[in-house]
């Protein structure tokens, strides 16, 4: 059993190059960056009552970061503090993440691999899936692995898209074939998953719902907002009991 989709992998690898290109193919995690660092951090400061105002306020929690792509996130997560291991399965990605923490000074742990094969079970604090079980092959395997690696009392965050008529429209017609924000064929509406339905695989392995919170662009100002509305893109975090 493995998550791997081959196809998946391939899809990205090709486009690798151009993660750090903020004008590129990955121009839309960019805009959305902000917004997922700044609800990650809400709730995971909140979690765990850590000062907001402390320098480096994610210092001494270990962070994994699964699907890490180039290191939008793990970059970040790392000048906040926090000691973050990036894994993905592509490792033409995991090349592009070195190189460019490498030219930043970042000390990130960077490895291709996927969860499951992963051996510091119970070893980290806050576990992010951002963007990435839409991709996966297996997901009950994935979320279980997941499950393995998080401390007891631990926090993850997983954010994907809703599967709905509105989210086929935006995510798929809208951002891939009109806008052209994401190369055609980046996702697959049958993969989606609905909030319902993810929460429900992660009550089953005992995960606790923390916080439930929908993110919406908005074309005027081109920003993206937290919003009770989930019908497309969604975040969930959840602790492991």
Not at 155 to 181: C, D, H, P, Q, V
Not at 218 to 237: L, R
């Amino acid at each position: 059993m493995s998550t791997i989709n081959k196809d998946e992998i391939n899809k990205f690898s090709k486009i690798a190059d151009e993660w750090w290109d903020i004008n590129g193919k990955f121009k839309p995690l960019h805009m959305f960056n902000p917004i997922r660092i700044e609800h990650i951090l809400d709730i995971t400061l909140n979690y765990f009552k850590i000062d907001k105002n402390k320098k480096l306020p994610l210092e001494n929690l270990k962070i994994l970061d699964i699907g890490c792509g180039g290191g939008l996130i793990s970059e970040p997560m790392s000048r906040l503090g926090a000691e973050v291991t990036g894994v993905d399965a592509s490792d033409r990605n995991i090349q592009v993440a070195k190189l460019h923490a490498k030219k930043n000074n970042l000390n990130i742990n960077y490895l291709n691999t996927v969860p499951e094969n992963l051996k510091q079970k119970g070893e980290f604090d806050v576990i992010l899936n951002l963007e990435v079980i839409e991709h996966v092959e297996n997901l009950d395997l994935y979320l279980a692995s997941c499950y393995g690696l998080l401390k007891q009392g631990g926090l993850m965050f997983t954010a994907t898209i809703n599967r709905t008529f509105t989210s086929y429209i935006k995510a798929i017609l809208g951002a891939e074939y009109i806008l052209r924000w994401l190369p055609i064929g980046t996702h697959d509406w049958n993969k989606f998953i609905k909030p319902e339905e993810l929460e429900r695989k992660l009550t089953d392995l005992k995960f606790s719902i923390t916080n439930s919170s929908g993110l919406t662009y908005n074309p005027i100002f081109q920003e993206w907002k937290k919003t009770k509305d989930m019908s497309v893109n969604y975040i969930i975090a959840v602790e492991k009991n």
